[in-house]
């Protein structure tokens, strides 16, 4: 259960959804999202390795699974849907496809919901990173490669599952450590420590 001496505790009956938009009412935390903003466009141009049209890997995630822990999922998703077309107004990468803009709401909804005023532990990391990568990178993101690039979706599937199998392990460790961090240092300038919670 929740503290009430917690000011990011839930209250009795309190939706994660809305606790998730309330977060957007304080100042601190619109300027912090602009600076994860700033950060994931940052490492999108100097730390993204393009492997063809198919394959992207990079670190320009890794701000955006901050927000989601931090901040919740519809926060996470209302950020990550910004920040795709934002990324896309600086840097275009072909033509613009709002499918993808889909597919990092969605993820921002899946980290924010597995990760938001929960205990973080490297299994709840590892749950959020497999759905992300079997629902949003697998499925939803492999559908619209094959819509953009008329490919038959054998011809793109194995590369990028395998691409997705082996950043597996890396990315649940590097996001374990770094929202680990988060919690320690940032965490409490939004309101102090999760209090135990189911």
């Known amino acids: 259960m929740v503290t009430s001496g917690n000011p990011r505790s839930l209250g009795a009956g309190e939706n994660r959804w809305l606790g998730s938009l309330r977060e957007f009412r304080s100042i601190r935390v619109v ?14 141009a100097v730390a993204t ?11 320009s995630g890794f701000p955006n699974q901050v927000v989601d822990y931090l901040f919740g999922p519809a926060a996470g998703a209302l950020f990550s849907g910004a920040l795709e077309v934002i990324k896309f107004m600086i840097k275009p990468e072909g ?11 969605l993820a921002g909804v899946i980290y924010g919901t597995i ?6 532990t490297v299994t709840r990391v590892f749950v959020a990173h497999l759905l992300v990568k079997l629902i949003v990178n697998l499925g939803c993101n492999t559908l619209w490669l094959v819509i953009l690039y008329k ?12 691409t ?3 950043c597996l392990p890396g990315d649940v460790l590097v996001t374990y450590l770094l929202l680990k961090t988060v919690e320690r240092t940032i965490l409490p300038l939004f309101g102090g420590r999760f209090s135990e919670r189911k």
């Open 31 to 44: 300027a912090f999202c602009g600076v994860m903003c700033a950060l994931a466009v940052i490492l999108r």
């Open 95 to 105: 033509v613009y496809f709002p499918g993808f803009t889909l597919s990092a709401v």
């Open 49 to 59: 390795i393009s492997l063809g049209p198919y394959l992207r890997i990079g670190l």
């Open 151 to 162: 490919k038959a979706v054998w011809a793109i599937f194995p590369a990028r599952a395998m």
């Open 164 to 166: 997705n199998l082996i």
């Open 115 to 120: 990760l938001y005023r929960r205990p973080l």
